[in-house]
């Protein structure tokens, strides 16, 4: 078995093992029905599992360019915050919306104009949620090239992503999960 299939296997194993798997019968975020469910809120507060990805996540990075970190709330903030912790960089969060209260704005974290960021999401099905972050990020002047995926539905989000020149690395697909 090499590194690669290792890792995932590793990573499955985690998911499983943490409850994160469900079957029955879910509405997706993206509207869609489905028989199955990751529930990557279970993982991500599963110190072990969490621990997981955030290794193989960051061992990701070492091939990116990257100045931050960057997780979507809600689901996207614990991961980014623990890949930012392993691979010591700094945490970008980014809203749903901007708040009209505080401090406002759409961003939590030191976003400057030309900062490269690689985005945590739990799981992508055709990739709407993590657009979204993305268009907020490059209208306030940051970069992102890369998109890390806990898990990837397999429903599109790697094609539409791609049409905005972004590419997404998925730590494990549906399709490997489920068998």
Same mark, same amino acid.
């Given at each position: ?8 296997? +590793?990573?499955?194993?985690? +998911?499983?093992?943490c409850g994160a798997v469900k079957y029955g019968? #879910? $509405? ?20 072990? $599992?969490? $621990? ?8 990701? +990075? ?22 930012? +912790?392993?691979?010591?960089?700094? &945490? ?5 919306e901007e708040k009209g209260y505080g401090t406002?704005? !759409? #961003? ?7 900062? !490269?960021?690689? &985005?945590?999401?739990?799981? $992508? ?19 992102v090239n890369t998109v890390i995926t806990v ?29």
């Amino acid at each position: 078995m090499n590194v690669g299939n290792y890792r995932k296997s +590793l990573l499955i194993s985690a +998911l499983k093992s943490c409850g994160a798997v469900k079957y029955g019968d #879910f $509405t997706l975020a993206s509207g869609k029905k489905s028989k199955y469910y990751i529930d990557i809120k279970k993982a991500s507060t599963d110190p072990a $599992t969490l $621990t997981v990805i955030a290794e193989q996540a960051s061992a990701i +990075l070492v091939t990116e360019n990257v100045d931050m970190i960057g997780g979507v709330a809600l689901g996207g903030v614990p991961l980014a915050t623990a890949v930012a +912790l392993k691979s010591n960089l700094k &945490l970008l969060i980014v809203r749903k919306e901007e708040k009209g209260y505080g401090t406002g704005g !759409r #961003f939590i974290g030191d976003l400057k104009k030309g900062s !490269r960021i690689v &985005l945590i999401e739990d799981v $992508t099905t055709s990739g709407g949620s993590v657009k979204d972050a993305i268009n907020a990020i490059l209208e306030a002047g940051g970069i992102v090239n890369t998109v890390i995926t806990v898990v990837d539905r397999e429903e599109g989000a790697q094609e539409s992503l791609a049409a905005l020149g972004v590419k997404l690395i998925p730590l494990v697909s549906a399709s490997d999960l489920l068998q």
